[in-house]
């Protein structure tokens, strides 16, 4: 579901949907991307159209996890629509770059 991307710890999503279905597969990346130690992980969301609430509530969570071990997780490349549903929930200044 997530493969590196060019840039040094960037990940792109490979799937345009996230839901509660491939929420387990996102956590299971996102925790081995963490264990190889990065100081910062961005995670390209150019191919993601659609985002459950069960996913954003586990990019909360592990933004809060990373924080206390000073790892920065930030969302690029946010379609405009998922952008508004960050917006709304007032999420865009603690998730997006």
Not at 25 to 38: A, C, N, P, R, Y
Not at 63 to 90: D, E, F, R, S
């Amino acid at each position: 579901m997530v493969t590196k991307s060019i840039e040094e710890n960037c990940y792109r999503i490979e799937s345009n949907r996230l839901d509660v279905y491939s929420a387990a597969s996102l956590e299971e990346d996102m925790t081995s991307i963490f264990q190889k130690g990065v100081s910062s992980l961005s995670l390209d969301f150019s191919n993601v159209e659609e985002v459950s609430s069960a996913v954003l509530g586990l990019l909360l969570y592990k933004k809060m996890a990373y924080q206390k071990q000073g790892v920065t997780l930030l969302l690029i490349n946010v379609n405009p629509q998922i952008q508004k549903i960050l917006k709304i929930l007032n999420l865009n200044g603690y998730l997006l770059l």
